[in-house]
């Protein structure tokens, strides 16, 4: 059976990733193509456990250890869900990825710092998975904002934090595609391939 396809979705909060999502996998499905969606993160039960953490827990946690459940969520992510389904020749669509860890706790709590997007960048290489292709979406942050609201949903560690922040994360999605198409396209190819991109 032919290896599947791995898509991520990736963007600030509020900016219809879940939305999106949906909308790929029903137009996936009609073509015949068995999908999978999940997230991040999250996706396995031992991730979802983890999600809670990173998201709701009582106590924050430092930068580093914030990173490594990250890390450790999406690693059993992988090897109970995502991998398994590409073995199978599914197409996996994922709300997120590893470029949030990158934007969120690489640009946005660590302003950019080099040592901690080398930190990220290696843990990531260390899980050998990246996606085929990724899909970066954007929306005026007032308009996330209303979206945000409109949720009606608990209110998320991430989503507390100020405006600053925000700013850095969308700035920080911003250079990751930078520096993986030369030029702000609101998609990338991953992994140095060199991948057709609808936008």
Same mark, same amino acid.
């Given at each position: 059976?032919? %290896? ?12 219809? %990733? ?5 909308? #790929?996998?029903?137009?996936?499905? /009609?073509?015949?193509? *068995? ?8 996706? /396995?039960?031992?991730?979802?456990? $983890?999600?809670?953490?990173? $998201?709701?827990? %009582? +106590?924050?946690?430092? #930068? ?9 969520? !999406?690693?059993?992510?992988? *090897? +109970?869900? =995502?991998?398994?389904?590409?073995? !199978?020749?599914? =197409? ?18 660590? @302003?950019?710092?080099? *040592?901690?997007?080398?930190? =990220?960048?290696?843990?990531? +290489?260390? $899980?050998?998975?990246?996606? *085929?292709?990724?899909? $970066? ?8 904002? #209303?979206? #945000? ?9 991430? @989503? ?7 700013? !850095?994360?969308?700035?920080?999605? !911003? ?22 991109? =609808?936008?």
């Amino acid at each position: 059976m032919a %290896k599947g396809l791995f898509v991520t979705l990736e963007g600030s909060e509020g900016v219809g %990733k879940s939305t999106q999502l949906r909308l #790929l996998q029903s137009a996936l499905a /009609s073509l015949g193509h *068995d999908v999978l969606t999940t997230r991040e993160p999250g996706g /396995s039960p031992g991730a979802e456990d $983890l999600r809670q953490l990173l $998201l709701f827990g %009582k +106590n924050p946690l430092s #930068l580093r250890a914030e990173i490594l459940t990250h890390f450790a969520a !999406r690693a059993d992510h992988l *090897d +109970n869900m =995502i991998t398994p389904a590409l073995a !199978r020749g599914q =197409i996996v669509v994922c709300d997120r990825f590893t470029d949030s860890t990158m934007a969120y706790q690489g640009y946005g709590r660590a @302003e950019g710092d080099p *040592d901690v997007l080398d930190l =990220i960048a290696r843990l990531q +290489n260390q $899980l050998g998975q990246d996606p *085929d292709v990724t899909f $970066l979406l954007e929306a005026p942050r007032n308009v996330a904002r #209303l979206r #945000l609201a409109a949720r009606g949903a608990p209110v998320d560690r991430y @989503e507390q934090s100020d405006e600053a922040f925000h700013a !850095r994360v969308s700035a920080g999605f !911003r250079e990751i595609a930078r520096q993986n198409t030369g030029a702000f396209a609101g998609c990338r190819p991953t992994n140095s391939q060199q991948k057709r991109l =609808i936008a």
